[in-house]
């Protein structure tokens, strides 16, 4: 089966700011397709290029097997977008919102977005300018979620939803999986993407720099360990599947593939731990060991 | 708890005034000389003008013969001096109210700006948080509004004091004009206590001014001098100075004790509320919509509702108003026949009335097209909103076409512009039949001011394609629309060449009713119009969106 999405060294630019240069994004039908990279990175202009809200300046972007800026509305009907900065109308309640914007899309199923309104506890009778940011979000999640189509677009989609809202939404997401839509999900939180997606594209400065599954960027994905015991703690580094083991007086800080942590706490039990912190890696620290400290810099600038 | 205790034992209340006071000034630092400038600007204007529409004494009374009807007296003022009209009596009977109306709207938009449009965009949540008392805010934008009105009071005594007229009655004019916009300053200071919207904190204090506007104008129309209903108003008591007749002063003192008034209650208001909450809660609205919404064409006129509204209100009421005033016009031709001439009414007794006032009237008619004009560039330009918050990406983000987008969104503005070019010319034929008995000139009006409809779309299909071209480059849309305004109603005092004053753009099509219907002229303007609508349209299709 061909892509749902395949954009092949898009460039974009406006004025003098290079957005995007040669950038690869492909995602596979049916699957949920991580979108990482840090702010200002070019996700959003990515995204807004695939719906053709944007023009390509070079390169080849193919949507549902046909180019988005030539047949935006036919594509449109087939998918949902949620937008990352969700702006509504004021005047009109959340409700009026969410079916206004799925009706553009063929309407919405009643029972589903009555169902949606209860799991993420959202009022649909207030007027969308009372609203805080994680409900202007949720409106149009619950718009795009009740909608019958084969691709959900979301950018950065739980960015002010609160840690249980983050729950209902991972629900939905796997339920969508389960029913064979395919999802690009945007996001600069590794921790999500990592729970969610069968494959990733990260990118930086408008470009990809790394795709695959989830099993083939696994040493993104190692967690970070500081331990103080009563023995030499450096030793966990004989374990294997341990790395970047470093030594600061009593504190000793490794990175641990998922496979060699129980093994290397117990190497580490048995001199008795006297603390131990854990971390999963942040996005910030992937592009530090990465891709060196500069590119986190530049990202966090633009 | 009285006022003077919320504001003494709460001088930590008031922590912080200073920079924000510095900072909202800073932030108006255009606004306020715009306003300032434009409101005394129109005293320089109208001094020029005066005297080259009333050259002499007599012309003058006939004017003065309008302001003693009561149609006259509604709309402008209680008619001191009408006996012996000068220039001075004018200024205070007809062109002090409409001054005072500009600095009352000046001072309920900047007092709204920086009180409850603040919190309700949470920018004053940020603000609070710092070392900054929970009365800094309201302090600073009543500070703001004095001194913003102190300029405007300064250049307007300047102005007229620079002209051929007494000086103290020229401050007590300029003065005049100040405190009620102080008073609209404090009245919009309680409204932004009462709601949580900054719209509905703006619509109630614009409610207050029409009233007050319509309470004096009641008053002075049931008897010259005014009744006790104009001294229910502000703008009366400026008004009731009696400025270049019979100069008295106290009644601005009724002004000054108003707005202290209202300061105090505005005080005593914000105290006992929460930030960004109001007195009154905001209602819940429907959970689902309605299937008229369901389309671009729905949403557009959906959102374009309030404001079709209020315009419609606007124009219906001028509209009556202005045509009460045909019966005064009639009489003053009686009266003088040269300026009867003037209008194309070369012999009154050979013309019927209903004649008459279809000649002499079709001239107004253009004064409501050129207001529907500009309804219709702002109707366009909400796109450049709509887009630049991110809700045109969400609508095209789904399967509509951009054509289909805009191309309904200018619909609903077609359609909304014939609506108040009908409502105009229905209220102002009724104004007139009203007055006159004339009821045959109702249908006439309301039909005629329908040919003026390919001019508006003309500019509303210019900031079609303004839109179309970037988001933000409108500029150069309303320097056409407000250029051939202003031209095509003072064109005659600038003694414009034939072929301008022909061409601009709302003299292209006949005056109807009272000139002849000319076919060319309407379809090549419809023509135009509708090619640059159609143009807007494509234009959209083939640039990026912006946000």
Redesign the interface.
């Known amino acids: 089966m061909s892509p749902v999405i395949d954009v092949r060294s898009l460039s974009k630019s406006f004025g003098p700011v290079r957005a995007l240069d040669g950038l690869d994004l492909v995602v596979e039908p049916g699957e949920v397709h991580g979108f990482l990279g840090p702010n200002g990175a070019g996700k959003s202009t990515t995204i807004r290029v695939i719906l053709g809200l944007l023009k390509a300046d070079a390169g080849s972007v193919t949507l549902l097997g046909a180019d988005p800026w030539a047949d935006a509305v036919a594509l449109h009907r087939r998918l949902a977008y949620v937008p990352g900065e969700v702006n509504l109308w004021p005047k009109l309640t959340g409700g009026e919102a969410i079916d206004f914007i799925a009706s553009l899309r063929g309407g919405v199923d009643p029972a589903l977005k009555a169902e949606l309104l209860d799991r993420f506890d959202l009022d649909p009778t207030k007027k969308a300018r009372s609203y805080s940011k994680g409900n202007r979000q949720k409106v149009a999640l619950v718009a795009a979620m009740a909608s019958d189509v084969e691709l959900l677009i979301l950018d950065e989609p739980t960015s002010g939803l609160d840690p249980l809202m983050e729950l209902v939404f991972q629900d939905y997401i796997t339920r969508a999986k389960a029913m064979g839509r395919t999802v690009l999900l945007s996001s600069h939180i590794l921790a999500e993407v990592e729970k969610l997606c069968d494959r990733i594209t990260i990118i930086r400065e408008g470009r990809a720099v790394q795709t695959g599954t989830l099993s083939e960027l696994r040493h993104l994905t190692r967690t970070a360990v500081e331990v103080i015991t009563a023995g030499d703690a450096t030793a966990v580094a004989t374990v294997s599947g341990v790395h970047d083991v470093t030594r600061e007086g009593d504190r000793v800080r490794f990175s641990a593939d998922d496979d060699a942590l129980s093994p290397a706490v117990a190497l580490l039990a048995a001199q008795g731990i006297t603390s131990l912190v854990s971390t999963p890696p942040t996005l910030e620290e992937l592009f530090m060991h990465h891709y060196g400290t500069e590119t986190v810099t530049a990202g966090s600038e633009a | 708890m009285s006022a003077a205790t919320v504001i003494t034992d709460g001088r930590e209340h008031l922590t912080g005034t200073r920079r924000i006071t510095r900072f909202t000034l800073r932030q108006d630092r255009v606004r306020i000389p715009i306003w300032a400038v434009s409101i005394a600007g129109l005293i320089g204007y109208f001094s020029a003008a005066l005297p080259i529409a009333y050259p002499d004494q007599e012309s003058l009374q006939g004017r003065a013969a309008i302001m003693m009807e009561p149609s006259g007296a509604l709309l402008a003022g209680p008619g001191y001096g009408l006996d012996d009209y000068t220039f001075g009596a004018m200024l205070t009977n007809e062109i002090l109210g409409w001054l005072a109306i500009a600095s009352a709207l000046m001072s309920i938009f900047l007092v709204v700006r920086h009180t409850r449009t603040e919190e309700?965009t949470g920018r004053a949540e940020l603000i609070r948080a710092g070392v900054v008392g929970r009365h800094a805010h309201l302090t600073a934008s009543i500070l703001n509004v004095i001194a913003t009105n102190a300029v405007v009071t300064l250049l307007l005594f300047l102005a007229v004091a620079s002209g051929d007229f007494a000086v103290p009655d020229a401050l007590a004019f300029a003065l005049g004009v100040g405190l009620v916009g102080l008073v609209f300053g404090a009245v919009a200071a309680v409204t932004a206590q009462v709601t949580?919207?900054s719209r509905t904190a703006v619509g109630m204090a614009g409610a207050v001014l029409g009233l007050v506007y319509v309470l004096r104008g009641i008053g002075d129309a049931q008897e010259r001098g005014g009744t006790w209903l104009s001294w229910l108003s502000p703008i009366g008591w400026a008004q009731q100075t009696r400025a270049f007749t019979d100069l008295r002063w106290w009644p601005l003192l009724l002004n000054l004790a108003l707005a202290s008034v209202l300061v105090v209650v505005a005080y005593l208001l914000s105290g006992r509320r929460d930030l960004g909450a109001g007195l009154v809660a905001?209602r819940?609205?429907?959970?689902?919509?309605?299937p008229g919404?369901?389309?671009?064409f729905g949403?557009n006129l959906?959102?374009e509702r309030?404001s079709l509204i209020g315009w419609s209100v606007g124009l219906f009421f001028t509209g009556i108003l202005t045509g009460a005033m045909g019966e005064g016009i009639v009489e003053s031709f009686r009266d003088q026949p040269q300026l009867a001439q003037v209008f194309g009414v070369e012999d009154m007794d050979a013309f019927a009335t209903g004649e008459v006032l279809r000649l002499s009237m079709s001239r107004m008619l253009v004064f409501f097209a050129m207001a529907v004009g500009v309804y219709a560039v702002i109707a366009v330009n909400r796109q450049h909103r709509e887009e630049s918050?991110?809700?045109t990406?969400?609508?095209?983000?789904?399967?509509?076409?951009?054509y289909r987008w805009f191309g309904e969104a200018l619909l609903v503005t077609a359609i909304s512009s014939t609506i108040l070019l009908l409502l105009s010319g229905l209220s102002f034929g009724l104004g007139i039949a009203g007055s006159t008995g004339e009821t045959s000139v109702v249908w006439d009006f309301t039909l005629a001011v329908l040919v003026y409809l390919p001019v508006v779309l003309g500019f509303a299909g210019l900031a079609a394609v303004a839109y179309g071209l970037a988001r933000g480059g409108v500029w150069w849309v309303w320097t056409l629309l407000v250029g051939s305004i202003i031209l095509g109603m003072y064109g005659p005092l600038f003694n414009l060449p034939d072929a301008v004053a022909e061409n601009l753009p709302f003299e292209l099509v006949p005056a109807l009713p009272g000139a002849a219907f000319d076919t060319l002229p309407v379809v090549a303007v419809s023509v135009v119009a509708l090619g640059l609508l159609a143009g807007g349209t494509a234009l959209f299709r083939r640039r990026?969106?912006e946000a």
């Open positions: 309700e949580e919207h905001a819940g609205g429907r959970a689902d919509a309605a919404l369901l389309s671009s949403l959906r959102l309030g918050e991110g809700r990406g969400t609508v095209l983000g789904s399967a509509i076409s951009r990026d969106l």
